[in-house]
């Protein structure tokens, strides 16, 4: 396994990277309410990268077959890469908008969870429980420490609070190219993995399903739903690895919370 390691050029450009990618989120967040179509939030997003942050969308064109929009918006049981559609989003809906920016060739990638109007308390439990899971895989992160510690703390968590990890689906290396080495496994053994060094940048991004783990990929080539039916979440940050721990690209301008 060959990891990039980032020199200060490259990691200057991915904190500037991951910043459009949070400020993007930031952005949308305001329009996310009921009778509005993924379509309309993914036109919105594309024209603000494009026109305001002189950005381009990432997902747009890229994989096999090649992916038709902007962005990705996973409603509900969708689990990751929902293609944005002429659906209106309904009261009680869960969103997850996943965004990636190319800045000056350098990705920023990040995704959040969005409750749509007035959503059930196990919705905003499985939403709560898997941004707890993310942070906990992000404080893992230090020189020294390994991917299976991140793993492991994230399988803990999620598991003593009943639910499921998505196991074919994980974090990545990211910078010029949009996925690289090392692959981020959400559950895993401490000790085990990948020995972190510091210019080392991936994302952490586990994905929660309320029931079993299973799943399936749609015939478009890339809706992941579960398999059955179950509320699924996602949360996502771009982590670097300091000389001393940590610092996420991806931090919200607007709150500066992760």
Not at 179 to 190: I, M
């Amino acid at each position: 396994m060959s990891v990039y390691i980032n020199n200060e050029h490259d990691i200057e450009k991915m904190r500037i990277a991951g910043r459009l990618a949070a400020e993007l989120l930031d952005y949308i967040e305001d329009f996310v309410k009921p009778g509005v179509t993924t379509n309309e939030l993914n036109q919105l997003c594309h024209d603000y990268q494009v026109d305001v942050q002189g950005a381009i969308p990432a997902p747009l064109g890229y994989g096999n077959p090649p992916y038709p929009k902007s962005v990705c918006t996973s409603i509900n049981h969708v689990i990751c890469h929902g293609i944005p559609d002429d659906k209106p989003l309904k009261n009680g809906d869960c969103l997850n908008i996943d965004v990636t920016i190319i800045k000056d060739g350098y990705h920023g990638d990040s995704s959040r969870m969005f409750m749509v109007g007035e959503v059930s308390p196990h919705a905003k439990r499985l939403s709560k429980i898997t941004h707890e899971c993310m942070m906990l895989g992000i404080e893992q992160v230090k020189p020294g420490a390994t991917l299976g510690d991140v793993g492991h703390a994230i399988q803990v968590h999620a598991e003593n609070n009943g639910y499921s990890i998505v196991q074919e689906f994980c974090g990545h290396g990211i910078g010029t190219k949009f996925h690289c080495e090392p692959q981020v496994l959400h559950y895993g053994k401490r000790g085990t993995g990948l020995r972190l060094e510091p210019g080392m940048i991936f994302t952490i991004e586990p994905m929660l399903n309320q029931g079993k783990r299973h799943l399936r990929i749609l015939a478009d080539g890339w809706t992941v739903v579960t398999k059955d039916r179950s509320l699924s979440a996602q949360w996502e940050h771009e982590v670097l690895v300091t000389d001393t721990g940590y610092e996420i690209l991806t931090i919200s301008p607007k709150t500066n919370k992760p």
